[in-house]
């Protein structure tokens, strides 16, 4: 989320039961916290709603909580069991010496050397890694290069990821991102495990 997103929050007086009365009138009970005392708050629920739909974990946001407006990051978002509707919202103020954690979003980009020659398919193993970083860093995807895997046997790891600087990979480090899976029966000539000997035959499902 690149441009500059504005909530309007105003102080929560009421609590427990009573916030069913809040929802009935399109309002959603939240908490700030993160930088001093927890507050008690309240947010528009249509337009939390949108923003949260757009937004990744680690996107800033601006709370304009009584005229002063607080950067936040929206955590632990509470939702009905089968509607949309927001129940509650914590929201973790930050500031810019502040370090979160969190989770991005892995974008898989390029063809693996293997599937350019046509030998099979490229798969994607997992999708989210987690960081850790001050809020100025932060980052809600990563981008991991396809290319990495120069033949069937190489897995694309952690490892081979390049992050921004300020930026810090808390997942380990052997874990695999993507593989490569031949879809045609395939020998490895011993002379040279980079050379493969590919049949018509078609594996079996």
Known sequence: MSEKIILEAETREISGKKVKQL???GLV???IYGL?????IQVNALKTMLTLRDSGENDILT????GKERRVLAREVQRHVYRPDL?????????????V??????????????????????????STIDIE????????????NAEII?????NLLVSDIVVPEGVTILTPSDLTIARFAVNRKVEVVEDDPNVVEVSEEEDEE
């Open 23 to 25: 929802r009935r009138e």
């Open 29 to 31: 009970p939240a908490v």
């Open 36 to 40: 001093g005392e927890p507050e008690s």
């Open 63 to 66: 709370l304009n909580l009584n």
């Open 87 to 99: 129940l509650h919202v914590d929201f973790l103020e930050i500031d810019a010496d502040s370090v």
């Open 101 to 126: 954690r969190g989770s991005v979003e892995i974008v898989l980009e390029g063809k693996s050397i293997p599937e350019q020659k046509g030998l099979g398919t490229t798969l994607q193993v997992i």
């Open 133 to 144: 970083a001050k809020s100025g860093a932060l980052i809600s995807s990563i981008v991991a």
């Open 150 to 154: 120069d033949k069937p046997s190489r």
